[in-house]
């Protein structure tokens, strides 16, 4: 079946610092990934929807000079969280939707960002 | 504006009660819904969408239009069934701008 690899599945860096997450499809080609945030014992929060080859759109109220998405190919896709800070600190998780219309979502495990 | 509601936090059952977890949704237009579970450390995972109308273990779920709803049901819980439970809008349903918006979950526990 279809299977969405994330790294790192935990980071902690220092306020004022860059991490990067990565989130690959590993046997299917997805035209979409999706970028979502999850705070403790709370809802998927869409943060951003990036499309291969093309900007990424943002939901309303999500920076995206501090989440950069970058979607360079088919199987991968990036998010930057610039000059983190410790209100940064959360998990985030990316989703994978390959091919067709009725294309199914694929979730990655998940990155546990702590920023201090 | 679409709205995945899921009313409760928390269903706590014993093994072999019958259960039910609602969802509620908000959606002008012809609604795809889902049903996603997260196991405990794990990522998370499809259990059913209404369009395939198919049982997976054990779980069930109709979508209700008049009601607006689409309650997971399940006859008898087992302890392996404890976990986190999100209901997904797809909207719009079709073509490459839809995406999902989720309830806010329900944690299940079923106790020995």
């Known amino acids: 079946g279809a299977v969405v690899s994330q790294h790192p599945s935990w980071v902690i860096c220092k306020s004022g610092t860059s991490v990067k997450i990565e989130c690959r499809s590993l046997d299917f080609q997805a035209t979409t990934m999706f970028w979502y945030r999850q705070f403790p014992k709370q809802s998927l929060m869409l943060m951003a929807t990036s499309n291969e080859g093309s900007k990424a759109t943002y939901e309303q109220g999500v920076e995206k000079d501090k989440f950069l998405i970058n979607h360079a190919s088919l199987t991968l896709s990036t998010l930057t969280v610039t000059s983190a800070h410790p209100e940064d600190s959360s998990f985030y998780i990316c989703?994978?939707?390959?091919?067709?219309?009725?294309?199914?979502?694929?979730f990655g495990s998940g990155t546990r960002l702590t920023v201090v | 504006a679409q709205r995945v509601t899921q009313p409760e936090k928390l269903l706590s059952v014993f093994k072999g009660a019958p259960v039910e977890l609602k969802c509620n949704y908000s959606y002008s237009g012809s609604p795809e819904l889902f049903w996603y579970v997260q196991y405990s450390r794990q990522r998370l995972q499809l259990l059913l969408r209404?369009?395939s109308r198919e049982s997976i273990k054990g779980f069930t779920a109709d979508l209700n239009k008049g009601e607006t709803s689409f309650h997971l049901k399940k006859p008898f819980a087992q302890e392996e069934d404890s976990a986190m439970y999100y209901c997904a809008l797809r909207f719009p349903p079709t073509g490459a701008n839809s995406k999902l918006t989720f309830g806010k979950g329900i944690t299940l526990s079923v106790r020995p």
């Open positions: 989703s994978a939707r390959g091919w067709g219309p009725m294309g199914g979502y694929t």
């Open positions: 209404h369009i």
